[in-house]
């Protein structure tokens, strides 16, 4: 766990001295040195003095590089490749067993026979007309309509609008 790295990063972009910490916190220059260099490992009750000097949750503190925030930027989304050219899904962001997704159905297009697959799913329509069916349930949904399933049981969409349909789909499966 990199604590110390953190410490010092947070405190040279808030521009706070090593002093100015030590006054603020009550710590030693020797003991904030050696947190940062993690060459001691502080209290909780220490590391909470610290998050609060610095104005930052203590749980930020302890989080590992792969917990925490991640951005994707637009121009580094991932596309699934499907055997359909016209069927547009962008991979937005994931964490854990969620993903969010944005498909672009064109017009006409269906998902084909009714599939199922692990996992819960909540969409919501963005632009367009589309049919949802699962099980013995159907509806047409429009702009701004949002619909949720256990993608378990098996289900179809189809774009029954005259222009591309646009889904945002949240997708959460156990890993």
Known sequence: MDIGSKIRS??????ITIAQMCEGTG????????????????????LQTIANYLK?????????????????????????????????VEHLASRGG???RLVEFPPGYSTGEKKAHAGEECHLVLKGKILAEQGEDSFILEEGDTF???????HFVKNIGDETAAVLIA???EN
């Open 98 to 100: 969620l993903s969010l």
């Open 56 to 88: 930052v949750p203590l749980p930020y503190l302890l989080l590992e590089k792969d917990e925490q925030m991640t951005v994707i930027r637009k121009e580094d989304r991932e596309f699934t490749v499907s055997k359909d050219p016209d069927l547009k």
């Open 148 to 154: 949720s399933w256990c993608a378990s049981v098996p």
């Open 171 to 173: 997708i959460y499966t």
């Open 10 to 15: 947070i405190r040279k972009r808030k521009k």
């Open 27 to 46: 710590l030693s220059k020797g003991f904030i040195s050696n947190v940062e260099n993690n060459n001691t490992s502080p209290s909780i009750s220490t």
